[in-house]
């Protein structure tokens, strides 16, 4: 079934009536085709799902009905916020829509020292709008009930002081040269739901000694990934199946 | 270190030389302008690295001189193979490139009843020889010592007729939406190494119900994949993630 994000208040109840506009209305009754009697899902800020039946529509508006409404357990119960250092062409593209679909929390990018792109401040909110609206498909798409944040961030302090975080760790690619393996397991099993885990990763030439050691300063675990040298953007959604696999499958 | 495979037999042992050519000279002396004395790593057939000095090289031909080997543990203890359903655009390249990244041992794509892209016969060589580059440099990229193979079947009977495998297992839609959550980690404790696991994933509009009692037949075991609706190409990536977790993170 189709799912859409509300961006206004509507109680959970059965036989709410509510208006549904902007973009949703088009895709679902010009896009979609929705007549009268058909359904979607509408989710609530508060993660709660609303199945709906579309009343009438004048192409503009639509009113539609809630005939149920379910709460869902699709969100990572560590919510993980997924750091990347600024890397070419669509790789910030292929993180956010992947790594939203494997349940990530939150998105920064931020400029570090061997980042080879550069998000110059011109045209960094238009990015950052694009990857939103990405965010917001894949949300859709893969029926998350919670659409990722994507923000930038000037440099590994100022991602630092301003993402929360319980618990940090960053991805080494010398790490995973030494042969660490355990790290990552033994982040985990510390954490308890819903800490927060914050996983900074570096761009396609990695992360500078300096800011590896900024970053155990402030606690970050370094963590080797496997045996095998994975590109910037297919080490994050491997972090993310790893989480899943623990919380979703492991711990059940 | 830039890494290539061998297409014939060089003695691993320290102080032998041998002679690069095709690709990899091309690669190594023009691409990266490799000067005698400089470094690569040559993969034999029998996964052992052997680092080698250039020695001397007239641009068509390069002499290389052993000075070291290694028999680095970087593939899958439980070698895994992925048959995804035809999919479109270019789902099958990213599903080999980033599943290479991610361990893979093959690819298997077969034509499935509701795939919506089809393999003429006449393109049907030229798209594996495609999808054979791109794991052939994906395996080098990430360090790999065997490249997978890509290959393709006909129909679902065809693949399991000609797929060896030890255990198999298929991502359905309908065991996730039951909120199965515990046959994957089952299926990886059964197994023991060398074991070989065949996953089977549908194209983007999923197996049919007869397609899946086929494979239950023949004891595939369907298994969720977590809560959240993952899309054709990165379903793969998911399992293969979480095999590497299992065998390679959490085992150790």
């Known amino acids: 079934m189709q799912r859409y994000f509300l961006t206004h208040a509507v109680a959970p109840t059965?036989?709410?009536?509510?208006?549904?506009s902007g973009p949703d209305v088009k895709h679902w009754?010009?896009?979609?085709?929705?007549?009268?009697?058909?359904?979607a899902e509408f989710v609530t800020s508060a993660q709660q799902v609303l199945v709906a039946t579309l009343v009438s529509t004048d192409g503009q508006q639509a009113v539609a009905k809630v005939v149920a409404v379910t709460t869902p357990a699709?969100?990572?119960?560590?919510?993980?916020?997924?750091?990347?250092?600024?890397?070419?062409?669509?790789?910030?593209?292929?993180?956010?829509?992947?790594?939203?679909?494997?349940g990530a929390a939150a998105f920064v990018f931020f400029d570090s020292q061997w980042a080879v792109a550069k998000w110059a401040p011109a045209?960094?909110?238009?990015?950052?709008?694009?990857l939103a609206k990405i965010a917001h498909g894949a949300a859709e798409q893969s029926h998350r009930t919670v659409i990722p944040t994507v923000t930038y961030q000037d440099n590994l302090a100022a991602l630092l002081a301003h993402t929360p975080y319980d618990q940090g760790i960053v991805a080494w690619e010398e790490?995973?040269?030494?042969?660490?393996?355990?790290?990552?397991?033994?982040?985990?099993?510390?954490?308890t739901a819903p800490q927060r885990l914050l996983a900074?990763?570096?761009?396609?030439?990695?992360?500078?000694?300096?800011?590896?050691a900024q970053?155990?300063?402030?606690?970050?675990?370094?963590?080797?990934?496997?045996?095998?040298?994975?590109?910037?953007?297919?080490?994050?959604?491997?972090?993310?199946?790893?989480?899943?696999?623990?919380?979703?499958?492991?711990?059940?």
Chains 1, 2 share one sequence.
């Open 215 to 252: 970053l155990t300063t402030a606690d970050f675990v370094p963590v080797g990934l496997g045996p095998r040298i994975m590109r910037a953007e297919t080490a994050p959604l491997y972090l993310l199946s790893n989480v899943s696999f623990w919380c979703e499958l492991i711990a059940r």
């Open 29 to 39: 009754v010009k896009v979609m085709r929705a007549q009268p009697g058909d359904q």
């Open 74 to 102: 699709v969100e990572l119960p560590l919510p993980v916020t997924i750091a990347c250092g600024l890397s070419k062409g669509d790789k910030p593209e292929q993180i956010v829509q992947r790594g939203t679909e494997l």
């Open 175 to 191: 790490s995973a040269k030494q042969g660490e393996s355990s790290q990552l397991v033994q982040t985990l099993k510390r954490m």
């Open 123 to 130: 045209k960094r909110a238009r990015k950052l709008e694009r």
């Open 14 to 20: 059965i036989g709410t009536t509510f208006t549904v």
């Open 200 to 212: 900074v990763f570096g761009p396609e030439g990695g992360l500078t000694a300096a800011e590896v």
